[in-house]
């Protein structure tokens, strides 16, 4: 059996030790590497070949979710799981449109994180029964309470980052684009959401668990 490679992006130690003696308990040729920040998640990719990545929405310098499209970019064989206490309902959809192939709560019981892992190793998705329903039933109804779903990828990217207070110059160069398109997307996603600054945008990720 070949060895699995896989990578833990997740900044609380707790957290990256359970999931190591559960991969551990059931797959015998594993070898895994811990980052907590999205600086070293970058260079591990870059410097590996991983066969999974396991990594939560926040790290301890920022989000992971504007990162999926170089991960891609850089390690096409690469396959992302994300773990996370942040709710199913706003990112699962989201995440996985984006490129991860699979989205799981730190509230799942052991055996269902090895069947996620399992499943994408097999170059097949992993999501739970309730989120492959809504995201059916949203494509049927073309309809969601959820106010962040009529935000762009790029959109919601800018978001996450003027929450972590941000500058516009400062999200423009994570993103690779000019200050001035970053001050189109804050415009287009502050009138999708019906806001007209940022703390009414925290407020209101706040009510839907974004942040």
Do not use: W
Request: charged share 25%; hydrophobic share 45%; with cysteine.
């Amino acid at each position: 059996m070949s060895t699995i490679r896989i990578l833990i992006a997740e900044d609380h130690m707790i957290v990256r030790s359970g999931l190591k003696m559960v991969l551990a308990s059931q797959f015998s040729a594993l070898d895994i590497m811990e980052v907590d920040n999205t600086v070293e998640l970058l260079d591990a990719i870059r410097a590996n070949d991983f066969d999974l990545v396991i990594m939560d929405i926040f790290l301890r310098d920022g989000n992971s979710v504007s990162l999926i499209d170089l991960i891609k970019t850089l390690k096409p064989g690469c396959r992302i799981l994300y773990f996370t206490m942040l709710p199913e309902d706003t990112y699962g959809k989201r995440l996985m449109s984006m490129g991860a192939a699979g989205f799981l709560s730190k509230k799942s019981p052991d055996h269902q994180v090895v069947a996620a892992v399992n499943e994408i190793l097999n170059n097949r998705i992993f999501m739970s029964k309730a989120l492959a329903e809504r995201i059916a039933t949203s494509a049927i109804t073309d309809q969601s309470l959820n106010p962040f779903e009529q935000l762009s990828n790029r959109e919601f990217e800018t978001m996450l980052m003027l929450l972590e207070g941000k500058s516009p110059k400062d999200i423009a160069q994570e993103l690779s684009i000019q200050v001035s398109t970053v001050g189109t997307y804050k415009i287009r996603l502050f009138e999708k959401l019906k806001v007209s600054s940022l703390i009414e945008l925290n407020k209101l990720a706040s009510a839907f668990s974004i942040i």
